[in-house]
């Protein structure tokens, strides 16, 4: 291995943070390594399903891995990854291929670099190592800066960024010919009904206590894939992707359940409201909010502790929608 200069790796760095997503940094990160090694192919695992065995694999130079993964490369890949150590697996008569853990900002690890090579010398791995640490120092400090403090979901910073990307795709498979997207993307509100009474009643640091277990059922109860955000206060928000209206009410009424039973110290049973909206191409995030917000206040002044759609509101009459003004009117 070459001692690459200073130059050379300060600008390897600037690339790497100048990341915003941990994909994105992991693919730095990765060409990083390549560049600097040289070896005959890196590979990223991502875990899909660790019960269920499920990797996907991004090539990042080199010689092409294996499409179906290799049961021994399984199970090393399952032992980096519940390790959180670096492992390593080989295949007889063929190349090394050294497995360094990625970690989330949790430090919990989320995938792994797989680097193949005929050699790997005690400097790159010291290498390696530093510019692992280097990647978990910046997914600490991005955490930091894209995180509610309390609550550790993202919050309304991120948000405006994050919703930015979900209608650009939006408007990219809607331009693109023949091509029927088989998911839709909605936007939802969610607020905990008389929470104010919470505050006033048991103090503000029990207030805290049931915000950090509603955000920790969100995390638990909805999936991997759903972005979850808190905007302030009660309020938290999540974009999510599913197949059809029916879908997604059917998920937001499960999590609206779990909420319904569960024995929040102190205060015991707490209820919450919801509103959600479809995203269009067309849309801007101040527009999704407001049209999740109405159906929420709709939710609120109904009877509470439910979920409404702001379409089918709309559809039914009991909201109507001045298309020239955007303003609404309750009935």
């Known amino acids: ?21 941990s994909n994105s940094l992991e693919l730095s990160l990765a060409k990083t390594l390549f560049d600097l090694a040289a070896p005959s192919a890196i590979v990223i695992y991502r875990t899909l399903n660790i019960e269920q065995h499920l990797f996907s694999a991004t090539l990042i130079d080199g010689a092409p891995f294996q499409q179906i993964i290799p049961k021994p490369l399984l199970q090393a890949l399952e032992k980096c990854i519940k390790s959180g150590n670096v492992c390593q697996y080989a295949e007889q008569d063929k190349a090394l291929v050294m497995l360094y853990p990625l970690k989330s900002s949790k430090n919990e690890p989320v995938a792994v670099v797989a680097i193949e090579s005929r050699e790997h010398e005690s400097e790159f791995r010291e290498v390696t190592g530093m510019l692992l640490q280097i990647y978990q120092n910046f997914m600490e400090l991005m955490s930091d800066n894209e995180r509610d403090t309390l609550t550790g979901l993202l919050n309304r910073k991120t948000f405006e960024r994050k919703i930015g990307k979900v209608i650009t795709r939006i408007q990219h498979l809607s331009n693109r010919e023949g091509d029927h997207e088989e998911h839709k993307q909605f936007f939802a509100i969610f607020d905990i009904d ?68 569960f024995p929040f110290p ?6 919450i409201s919801s509103g959600f909206t479809e995203i269009s191409g067309f849309d801007v995030s101040s527009q999704i909010i407001d049209r999740a917000d109405v ?15 702001y379409e089918a509101l709309v559809a039914v009459g009991l909201l109507q929608e001045n298309k020239l003004e955007g303003d609404i009117e309750l009935f």
Request: hydrophobic share 35%; charged share 25%; proline share 1%.
């Open 1 to 21: 291995m070459q001692t690459p200069s200073i130059k050379s790796l300060l600008s390897r760095l600037i690339t790497l943070t100048g990341q915003r997503e």
């Open 295 to 309: 159906a929420l206040y709709y939710a609120k002044n109904h009877g509470r502790n439910q979920v409404c759609n």
């Open 266 to 271: 102190q205060v015991g049973r707490v209820t």
């Open 194 to 261: 008389h929470f104010k009474q919470v505050n006033d009643q048991y103090g503000h640091l029990v207030g805290d206590e049931v915000l950090l277990r509603f955000s920790q059922l969100m995390t638990q109860s909805l999936r991997d894939k759903d972005m979850l955000f808190r905007f302030g206060g009660e309020e938290f928000v999540g974009v999510f992707e599913c197949h059809n209206l029916d879908e997604m009410h059917t998920v937001l009424d499960r999590f609206r359940t779990k909420i319904e039973v």
